[in-house]
């Protein structure tokens, strides 16, 4: 399994509250990815990052915004919760660019926004 | 505008049988597609993969089929086993971008 960690694993805030949730990975990776998961929604993706200091939106990005300082490190933050963020969060690796290499997922991230 | 689309909300099978997951797309550039499998409270696996220069691709029980004129692609698992069950997503990849777009799922229940 690749070496994916993401912190917390779940989550109870409360609308209005700044979140950041951590990924983690240990594969020295160029490709850091963070989804969202959603019933009737699949999988999408939130935000991306093709190295450091190098990120670019994903087609659910209002909301969010994302850092990454080093290339195992992939923060996803939330400034101001709301409740239809609530939702479970992947954060995802993949090792070459061309898009010709799958994705590796995280536990996920499950977060309540009350 | 969904460009990746798993019509089937659910499937239901015995074990043993073959289990066919279907996917179509929109997007004629996509030319990589990938199959993962997600159980609960875990994230999704790699499953198997298809380039756009093959028809078919096979992994043990898991065969991908690609037809391209249809924009049409199937997992197909012979014999299915309860082990099985769990929620298939499609995914579909564009030459050149390091971007995945997935579609919504297919739940599969393996009954023993």
């Known amino acids: 399994d690749a070496g994916i960690t993401q912190s917390p694993r779940h989550k109870v805030t409360e609308t209005g509250t700044p979140v950041t949730l951590r990924c983690h990975q240990t594969?020295?990776?160029?490709?850091m990815y963070w989804y969202r998961q959603d019933p009737g929604h699949g999988l999408r993706l939130i935000h991306y990052?093709?190295?450091?200091?190098?990120?670019d939106k994903g087609e659910v990005s209002d909301g969010y915004s994302v850092s990454r300082s080093k290339t195992e490190d992939f923060l996803l933050t939330l400034e101001s919760a709301t409740s239809s963020q609530t939702s479970v969060y992947f954060c995802?690796?993949?090792?070459?660019?061309?898009?010709?290499?799958?994705?590796?997922f995280g536990p996920g991230t499950r977060l309540t926004v009350l | 505008d969904q460009q990746v689309k798993q019509n089937s909300p659910s499937l239901s099978v015995q074990e043993g049988r073959i289990s066919i997951l279907n996917c179509d797309y929109t997007?004629?550039?996509?030319?990589?597609f990938l199959w993962y499998k997600k159980y609960p409270a875990e994230g999704p696996t790699f499953l198997i993969s298809?380039?756009?220069?093959?028809d078919k691709n096979e992994d043990g029980r898991f065969t991908v089929f690609l037809n391209k004129s249809a924009k049409h692609l199937s997992l197909h698992i012979v014999p299915s086993q309860p082990g099985d069950s769990a929620v298939y997503f499609c995914?579909?990849?564009?030459?050149?971008?390091?971007?995945?777009?997935f579609g919504k799922g297919t739940k599969l229940t393996v009954n023993p």
């Open positions: 995802a690796i993949s090792g070459a660019s061309g898009g010709y290499n799958e994705q590796f």
């Open positions: 594969e020295n990776h160029r490709y």
């Open positions: 990052s093709y190295g450091v200091k190098d990120t």
């Open positions: 997007n004629s550039m996509f030319d990589y």
């Open positions: 298809i380039s756009s220069i093959k």
């Open positions: 995914a579909a990849a564009q030459g050149g971008s390091e971007k995945l777009v």
